[in-house]
Nanobody, 119 residues
Framework: QVQLVESGGGLVQAGGSLRLSCAAS????????MGWFRQAPGKEREFVAS????????GYADSGKGRFTISRDNSKNVVYLQMNRLNAEDTAVYYC????????????WGQGTQVTVSS
C-alpha cells in the first residue's frame, strides 16, 4: 500500500502562484508514476500533470502547459505541483495519485486539497 498526503492548497488571487505538495509513504518502491488531478464543482475529475517515479518524465494537460510544473524530491518522496498565473478556472480540489504500472489507471489517491482562485 501507498499512502498519499497533499498539502499547500489555499486561497490565492488571480495571477498568483501556489505550490502543492504530495508526500508518499509506504511501499513507494512499487510506484511507477504519480499524478495530479483536479475536480471543480459540478465537473468531472480531470488530469493535470504526471511524473514517472524514476525517470522523472513529466506530462501535462493542455490546461496547465506553460503554467504548471511537476517535480519530485527524491530524498523526501515528495511530488510538487508548482502552479503559476492562476485563474478562476483553476479553482478545484486537487488530488494526488500514484500508480504501479504504465497503464492509465491510478491505484492510490490522496484526500485532496482545495485551491481557490479569486478574480
Amino acid at each position: 500500500q501507498v499512502q498519499l498526503v497533499e498539502s499547500g492548497g489555499g486561497l490565492v488571487q488571480a495571477g498568483g502562484s501556489l505550490r502543492l505538495s504530495c508526500a508518499a509513504s509506504g511501499r513507494t518502491s512499487s510506484i511507477y508514476a504519480m499524478g495530479w488531478f483536479r475536480q471543480a464543482p459540478g465537473k468531472e475529475r480531470e488530469f493535470v500533470a504526471s511524473i514517472t517515479w524514476t525517470q522523472l518524465s513529466p506530462g501535462y494537460a493542455d490546461s496547465g502547459k506553460g503554467r504548471f510544473t511537476i517535480s519530485r524530491d527524491n530524498s523526501k518522496n515528495v511530488v510538487y505541483l508548482q502552479m503559476n498565473r492562476l485563474n478562476a478556472e483553476d479553482t478545484a480540489v486537487y488530488y494526488c495519485a500514484a500508480k504501479r504500472t504504465h497503464l492509465v489507471r491510478y491505484d492510490y489517491w490522496g484526500q485532496g486539497t482545495q485551491v481557490t482562485v479569486s478574480s
